[in-house]
């Protein structure tokens, strides 16, 4: 696993705590489609997020938590804040990363890029293997 120097996201593991919430795209940015099925599932050591049908990203507590979930690596760390579940998942071989916050009490998500990369905000492109920011090209 790589080692960064990034403080991972504050706030408490809440072990065995879950949430199913649906994707708000309104905000700007949004790096999902509106109405995508988002879950948190608590594992050992932190988290299973599932982000829509098949992308499925691994989170950690307290540090970094490195998976490949369609070819590309992806480091994650998250936390509760509350009721609030929030994530921050860095898209490693890129300089963009996305902030997922999950209201529990509301069921609504959003996930938004840091800077919006200029080929595309869909982040399921972004973690494909090979890059396919620009399918019509391929």
């Known amino acids: 696993m790589r080692r960064l120097s990034l403080a991972p996201v504050p706030g408490s593991a809440n072990p065995g705590r ?3 919430a649906r994707l708000d795209a309104s905000a700007e940015g949004s790096a999902l489609p509106d109405g995508t099925k988002v879950v948190v599932d608590s594992v ?3 988290w299973l997020l599932g982000l829509g049908p098949g992308l ?3 989170a950690s507590h307290g540090g970094w938590r490195e998976s490949s979930p369609l070819g590309r690596p992806v ?3 998250g936390a509760w804040q509350g009721s609030t ?6 898209v490693i071989t890129t300089p963009h990363r996305v902030r997922l916050v999950v ?5 609504t998500a959003v996930a938004t890029w840091s800077t919006v990369p200029p080929s ?5 492109l972004h973690l494909t293997s090979p890059l396919m920011t620009q399918p019509d090209l391929a």
């Not at 209201?103 to 069921?107: I, L, M, N």
């Open 85 to 90: 579940f929030a994530a921050e998942l860095h």
């Open 56 to 58: 499925d990203i691994e």
């Open 18 to 20: 879950s949430v199913t």
């Open 103 to 107: 209201d529990a009490d509301a069921g």
């Open 75 to 77: 480091v994650t760390a």
């Open 120 to 124: 595309s905000p869909n982040l399921e």
């Open 44 to 46: 050992d050591g932190g």
